[in-house]
């Protein structure tokens, strides 16, 4: 079955870094663009940034432009965030998604992978 | 950024109740309006997409309606497996997609 499986958080002090992966099976990988969304404590969902399918195009939310980079393998189905300059205001689940098969009707996410909590503080 | 506006924030309801939840949006969207499901500590699941289609899995009690600015979430016949957290999100701004803030529904 369809699964996404994220690694990679932990505790951070401000100003650090830290890498996210999300491992993917159950489907071709290479056919479907990516997102990471996160949501911070107690509060909603933010979309973070989005991949294509081939790696070509990449898009980031403003709240992390220039401090994120997304990227893919899909020789090793992982799709990964390199989070830089980190803040607290970062604190947050990071969760990967897929592009539902919704034939193109609308940009919607489904599977979610079960989120990995990055927490930002000194 | 389109703004997404949810009502209620949260709503206590009984097992068996219909019930409604609804989104604004600060802009016309037409009908690029998903909705997501998410039980406390697990990731949101795709319920609706595209303002009235239903996700393959999700029970028919599940429905969506609106276009434009305004769109509804109802749940026909409360199950104990409904209470839940419900958000909408929007896909009409290419790479700007943006979510309400979330409607918590609670058993009375």
Redo the contacts between chains.
């Keep these: 079955q369809v699964q996404l499986v994220e690694s990679g958080g932990g505790l951070v002090k401000p100003g650090g870094s830290l890498r996210l992966s999300c491992a993917a099976s159950g489907f071709t990988f290479s056919d479907y663009y990516m997102s990471w969304i996160r949501q911070a404590p107690g509060k909603?969902?933010?979309?973070v940034s989005?991949i294509s399918s081939s790696g070509s195009t990449i898009?980031y939310a403003d709240s992390v432009k220039g401090r994120f980079t997304i990227s893919r393998d899909n020789a090793k189905n992982s799709l990964y965030l390199q989070m830089n300059s980190l803040r607290a205001e970062d604190t947050a689940v990071y969760?990967c998604a897929r592009e539902?098969d919704?034939g193109g009707?609308?940009?919607?996410?489904?599977?979610?992978?079960?989120?990995t909590l990055v927490t930002v503080s000194s | 950024d389109i703004q997404m506006t949810q009502s209620p924030s949260s709503l206590s309801a009984s097992v068996g109740d219909r019930v409604t939840i609804t989104c604004r949006a600060s802009q016309s969207i037409s009908?690029?309006l998903?909705w997501?499901q998410q039980k406390p500590g697990?990731?949101?699941?795709?319920l609706i997409?595209?303002a009235s289609?239903l996700?393959s899995g999700v029970p028919s009690r599940f429905s969506g309606s609106g276009s434009g600015t305004d769109f509804t979430l109802t749940i026909s016949s409360l199950q104990p497996e409904d209470f839940a957290t419900y958000?909408c999100?929007q896909?009409y701004s290419?790479?700007r997609?943006?979510?309400?803030?979330?409607t918590k529904l609670e058993i009375k």
């Design positions: 909603g969902l933010e979309w989005y898009y969760y539902a919704l009707v609308i940009v919607a996410f489904d599977p979610w992978g079960q989120g | 009908s690029y998903n997501y697990k990731a949101p699941k795709l997409y595209a289609s996700q958000y999100q896909s290419t790479l997609y943006t979510f309400g803030q979330g």
